[in-house]
C-alpha cells in the first residue's frame, strides 16, 4: 500500500497543473475589446442606414475571423445635424470612453472642428461621408477620409459639360463648407475645356421659399441655361419643386447634380423625383458581385425589422462605404496588437480645459499608420487610401427619368466618356455625346439645350448704321410705314448677322440709325464712328473704311471686302461652239463684198474661156455652176494647168 502522503501530493500537483492549463487556454482565448467612437445624425436617413450597415460589419467580419484577437466595440453618440453637439460627442468619447478612432461625423462642417480635436489627441478620425475637399488630410494628418473627395468628380462633370459643347455653366450650391468646397475645383476644370462661370448661385440652408424662388427669377433673367447642382439632398428638393413650379424644368434647360445628391435619389420622395426629370448626375461606380448581393439582401431585411415607418429604402454608397470602414478599421487593429488605450497625460492639471486634459494617445500614430496601408476588395470596390483618401477609378452618368434613374453611360480617367465601362479597352480619351445612350432632357424632349437663351430684360448692344442716299447695297435703312421701327438690310448687315450667329452663345442687339428726327443723315462717316468713342454705340456696322483718324478712337475688324475701282460688264452667252463663229472678224458687208468679187472673178473667166475651153461649155446650169466653182475652188488650189488663155492667169 502507498503511502497516503505522497497520493495527496499527487493529487494536489495535478489539480494545480490542471488549473495553469485552463487559465493559460482562457488567456489565450481572451480577446482585447478595443473602444470605437461613432459619431452620426439619428435622425437622418444616411445615419440610420450607416449604423445599420456598421453593425453588420463587425458581425461579418468577426465571423469570417473568428481567431482575431482583438474585437472593436462601437460607442455612438447623436450629433443632431449640429456641429457643437458633434464636437461635445467627440471630447465625451475621448474623455470618458477613451476611444481609440472615432467614426465620423457625418457633415463636412461637423467634421471640421472633430477633425481639429482628433489631430491634437492624436486620435484617428475616420469619416466615410465628409466629402468638401477644404477637409485636408494633409493639413490634418489624423483625418482619414473612406468616401470619395469631392473634388474627384469634377473632370467626369466637365467632360459631360465638353460633349455637350455647353459655353457658359452656372453652379448652385448650398453656402456651407460642403458645398463651397467644390466650386474652385469645377472652376478649374471648366476653365480647361474653355467654358466660363458668369454666376455662381449660393444658396443658404436656411433660405425660405421666396428666398429661393427670388434667386431662380434672377436666373431666369440670365443668358446661361446649364446648371450644375451641388447640395444636401433636403435643400435640393426644395429647389427643384420651385424650379419645376417656375417653368425652368422646360425645354432649354440643362441640369447636373453631383454625387452627393445623385447617391440620394432613391431616398427622395416621388414628388421630388417627378420635378427632377431629365437631370443628368454622376455617381461611384461600384462593381456589382454576389457579395454586394447578398448583403443587399440581409440588410434590407434587417432595416425594415428595424424601421418600418420607412417606406423607401435602398442601400447606397454612403452605406457601402461605412460598411468598408468598419472592416477596415478592425483589419488594422488586429495588425497593431492594439491592447488598451493608452493616453500620456500633461504633467500639470491645474486650469485645464477638458480637451486639454485628455492628453494625447500613444496608440494613435501606429493606429493610424496601419489604417493607411490596410487594402481589400470590399462592397464598394477596392479599398485603397491614396493620401489618406479612398480613390475612385470611374463613375457613372445618370438621366433621372420615370420614378428613377437610368444608366447612360460612364466616365474614367482613362478612356473619358464610354456607352460600356470595359477596363481593357484601347480607345482614347473622349469627351463627345455621341458615346451616350439617348437622353431625355426636361421638358420631355430629346434634343440637345443649346445651354443659352436670350433673356428678354437683358441689355442689348446698340450697333449703329449709317444713313445714306448711294450705295444701298451695301447697308439700307428704311422705315416699317405703322412702327416706324428701321428695317436694316444689305450686304454688311448680312455679314454682321452671319457672324453673330456663328457664336456658341447668344448676344443680343439692336440696329439704331444714325439719322436725324427727319430721317437725313447725323453726319459723316467719322462722326458715325467717333459715337462708338463716346459710348453713344456699341459698334459700327456698315461700308466704313479703315482710315488713320478713326483708328485713333475705334478698332477695326479685318477688311471683308476691298475698295477700289472697278469695272462691270453684262454677261453674254458662250458663241465659241456657234458653227459661224468663223465670220465674227469680219462685218457682213464686208463678207458679202467678198463673195460678189468671187462671183465676178468667176464670170470674167468664164466669158474669156467657154468659147475655146470645152470645160465651160455644156447647160446653162453646168455653165453657171462652173462659174460658182471655179471662184470658190480657187481659195484651195491654183487653176493655171486648167486654163487655156493666159489673160485668166492675171
Known amino acids: 500500500m502507498k503511502n497516503p502522503t505522497n497520493l495527496l501530493s499527487s493529487l494536489l500537483f495535478f489539480f494545480l497543473s490542471l488549473s495553469l492549463f485552463q487559465r493559460s487556454v482562457y488567456a489565450q482565448n481572451a480577446k482585447s475589446m478595443i473602444d470605437v467612437g461613432v459619431i452620426l445624425d439619428f435622425d437622418s436617413w444616411v445615419g440610420k442606414m450607416s449604423r445599420s450597415c456598421m453593425s453588420m460589419a463587425l458581425s461579418d467580419f468577426y465571423a469570417v475571423n473568428p481567431n482575431y484577437r482583438t474585437r472593436l466595440v462601437l460607442h455612438t453618440r447623436d450629433s443632431k445635424r449640429d456641429a457643437v453637439d458633434a464636437t461635445s460627442a467627440a471630447i465625451d468619447l475621448l474623455k470618458n470612453v477613451q476611444v481609440q478612432a472615432i467614426l465620423g461625423p ?108 427670388e434667386e431662380l427669377y434672377k436666373l431666369m433673367t440670365m443668358q446661361t441655361r446649364v ?35 445623385a447617391n ?18 454622376v455617381k461611384p461606380y461600384i462593381p456589382r458581385s454576389n457579395e454586394l448581393i447578398n448583403f443587399t439582401t440581409r440588410w434590407r431585411r434587417k432595416f425594415r425589422q428595424e424601421n418600418p415607418e420607412i417606406d423607401r429604402i435602398e442601400l447606397n454608397v454612403f452605406g457601402l462605404w461605412a ?10 487593429t488586429e495588425s497593431t496588437g492594439v491592447v488598451r488605450a493608452q493616453f500620456e497625460k500633461p504633467l500639470s492639471r491645474d486650469n485645464l480645459t477638458d480637451l486639454a486634459a485628455i492628453g494625447i494617445s500613444k496608440t494613435g500614430p501606429k493606429l493610424l499608420e496601419a489604417i493607411l496601408r490596410t487594402s481589400f476588395k470590399g462592397l464598394s470596390g477596392e479599398f ?40 481593357n479597352d484601347k480607345k482614347m480619351y473622349s ?57 436694316v438690310t444689305g450686304f454688311c448687315i448680312d455679314v454682321f448677322k452671319a457672324v453673330m450667329e456663328s457664336l456658341p452663345y447668344a448676344v443680343p442687339y439692336e440696329f439704331i440709325p444714325f439719322d436725324k428726327p ?10 458715325l464712328v467717333y459715337q462708338v468713342f463716346l459710348h453713344k454705340f456699341d459698334a459700327v456696322v456698315g461700308d466704313t473704311t479703315i482710315l488713320a483718324n478713326r483708328s485713333l478712337h475705334v478698332d477695326f475688324t479685318l477688311p471683308f471686302t476691298e475698295s477700289g475701282v472697278s469695272m462691270i460688264v453684262p454677261i453674254k452667252d458662250d458663241e465659241r461652239k456657234n458653227a459661224w463663229i468663223f465670220l465674227k472678224p ?58 487655156s488663155t493666159y489673160l485668166n492667169s492675171y
Not at 450650391?173 to 466650386?183: D, F, K, L
Not at 430684360?457 to 447695297?473: A, N, Q, T, W
Not at 466669158?607 to 475652188?633: C, T, Y
Open 384 to 423: 485603397q487610401l491614396v493620401d489618406g483618401e479612398l480613390q475612385s477609378s470611374a463613375f457613372k452618368i445618370i438621366n433621372v427619368i420615370g420614378k428613377g434613374e437610368r444608366e447612360i453611360g460612364f466616365w474614367t480617367p482613362a478612356h473619358g466618356i464610354s456607352e460600356k465601362l470595359n477596363p
Open 431 to 487: 469627351a463627345s455625346r455621341f458615346d451616350l445612350r439617348p437622353i431625355i432632357w426636361p421638358g420631355d424632349l430629346t434634343e440637345v439645350p443649346k445651354g443659352w437663351e436670350i433673356p428678354t430684360s437683358e441689355r442689348k448692344l446698340r450697333i449703329g448704321v449709317p444713313v445714306k442716299d448711294g450705295f444701298r447695297e451695301f447697308v439700307k435703312v428704311d422705315r416699317d410705314p405703322h412702327t416706324y421701327a428701321p428695317i
Open 264 to 281: 440620394m435619389l432613391p431616398s427622395m420622395d416621388s414628388s421630388v423625383i417627378h420635378s427632377m426629370q431629365g437631370v443628368l448626375g
Open 106 to 213: 457625418m457633415r463636412s462642417w461637423q467634421a471640421e472642428f472633430v477633425v481639429e480635436i482628433g489631430n491634437k489627441t492624436q486620435v484617428p478620425i475616420i469619416s466615410f461621408s465628409a466629402t468638401s475637399p477644404f477637409l485636408s488630410t494633409i493639413q490634418t494628418p489624423y483625418f482619414v477620409r473612406t468616401g470619395l473627395n469631392d473634388s474627384s468628380q469634377v473632370k467626369a462633370i466637365a467632360a459631360m459639360v465638353q460633349a455637350f459643347e455647353w459655353r457658359e455653366v452656372v453652379p448652385i450650391y448650398e453656402n456651407t463648407e460642403y458645398g463651397s468646397g467644390i466650386v474652385p475645383y469645377l472652376t478649374d476644370a471648366f476653365h480647361e475645356i474653355n467654358t466660363d462661370i458668369p454666376y455662381r448661385s449660393a444658396i443658404s440652408t436656411l433660405a425660405t421659399d421666396d428666398q429661393i424662388l
Open 586 to 643: 469680219l462685218t457682213m458687208e464686208l463678207w458679202v463684198t467678198t463673195g460678189a468679187f468671187f462671183i465676178f472673178t468667176g464670170f470674167v473667166v468664164w466669158l474669156i474661156e467657154h468659147r475655146i475651153n470645152i470645160d465651160f461649155r455644156g447647160s446653162p446650169s453646168k455653165q453657171a455652176g462652173m462659174v460658182f466653182w471655179f471662184s470658190f475652188s480657187t481659195l484651195v488650189f491654183a487653176h493655171s494647168n486648167f486654163l
Open 227 to 261: 446648371f450644375v447642382v451641388h447640395m444636401t439632398g433636403t435643400l435640393a428638393s426644395r429647389l427643384f419643386l420651385k424650379a419645376k413650379e417656375v417653368g425652368m424644368m422646360s425645354k432649354g434647360y440643362a441640369w447636373i447634380i453631383t454625387d452627393g445628391l
Open 323 to 332: 460598411y468598408d470602414s468598419i472592416w477596415a478599421l478592425a483589419m488594422a
Open 518 to 527: 427727319d430721317g437725313q443723315s447725323a453726319g459723316n462717316y467719322n462722326d
